[in-house]
T-cell receptor
Framework: EADIYQTPRYLVIGTGKKITLECSQT?????MYWYQQDPGMELHLIHY???????EKGDLSSESTVSRIRTEHFPLTLESARPSHTSQYLC?????????????FGPGTRLTVT | DQQVKQNSPSLSVQEGRISILNCDYT??????FLWYKKYPAEGPTFLIS?????DKNEDGRFTVFLNKSAKHLSLHIVPSQPGDSAVYFC????????????FGTGTRLTVIP
């Protein structure tokens, strides 16, 4: 059973605020990912990491930033939230080299920027 | 440009019958395919996968078929149960693409009791 956690689950925040979405996994997975999903749309990869101190941008351009200081932790930060950032953000993790491997997802954070 | 397509946004099936969900892809470099199931307000849950060296993979009530020449895969659920009602996402990856997943837009399956 996958153990990957995201907080908060829901967040309503005003324009211009700085926010950090938390993601942690207890499986020791090397690779971690952030996806953005709007209703009825596909999941878009916005950031991923191969391991500690490794971060890469995904296919969808995003104004968010990520860090990977510890294997289990992969937070996503928006310096100044805007209504266009309203979306669901999903964190995932998978084993590293020797794949391919399935990704395990957290429950998601539903972000609303007013 | 969407590389993984699920052209049916919804599907309704009677309980006990077979559900067939379809997925098409355009990138011939994809070599690993997955199906995920998603309930509202939850993250996707991995269901089943298939490597491009196979054309069928079965796990209990779930079977995935891959037709590489047609760039098409399908998920069969038999027998369908009301608890299977969810959104199903098809995803694909390639080793040359860092094994990152590309997702379809999903198909909402409703199993009618």
């Amino acid at each position: 059973e996958a153990d990957i956690y995201q907080t908060p689950r829901y967040l309503v925040i005003g324009t211009g605020k700085k926010i950090t979405l938390e993601c942690s996994q207890t499986m020791g997975h090397d690779k971690m990912y952030w996806y953005q999903q709007d209703p009825g749309m596909e999941l878009h990869l916005i950031h991923y990491s191969y391991g500690v101190n490794s971060t890469e941008k995904g296919d969808l351009s995003s104004e968010s930033t990520v860090s990977r200081i510890r294997t289990e932790h992969f937070p996503l930060t928006l310096e100044s939230a805007r209504p266009s950032h309203t979306s669901q953000y999903l964190c995932a993790s998978s084993k590293g080299s020797g794949g391919p491997y399935e990704q395990y997802f957290g429950p998601g954070t539903r972000l609303t920027v007013t | 440009d969407q590389q993984v397509k699920q052209n049916s946004p919804s599907l309704s099936v009677q309980e006990g019958r077979i559900s067939i969900l379809n997925c098409d892809y355009t990138n011939s470099m994809f070599d690993y395919f997955l199906w995920y199931k998603k309930y509202p307000a939850e993250g996707p849950t991995f269901l089943i996968s298939i490597s491009s060296i196979k054309d069928k993979n079965e796990d209990g009530r779930f079977t995935v078929f891959l037709n590489k020449s047609a760039k098409h895969l399908s998920l069969h659920i038999v027998p369908s149960q009301p608890g299977d009602s969810a959104v199903y996402f098809c995803a694909a990856s390639s080793q040359t693409g860092a094994n990152n997943l590309f997702f379809g837009t999903g198909t909402r399956l409703t199993v009618i009791p």
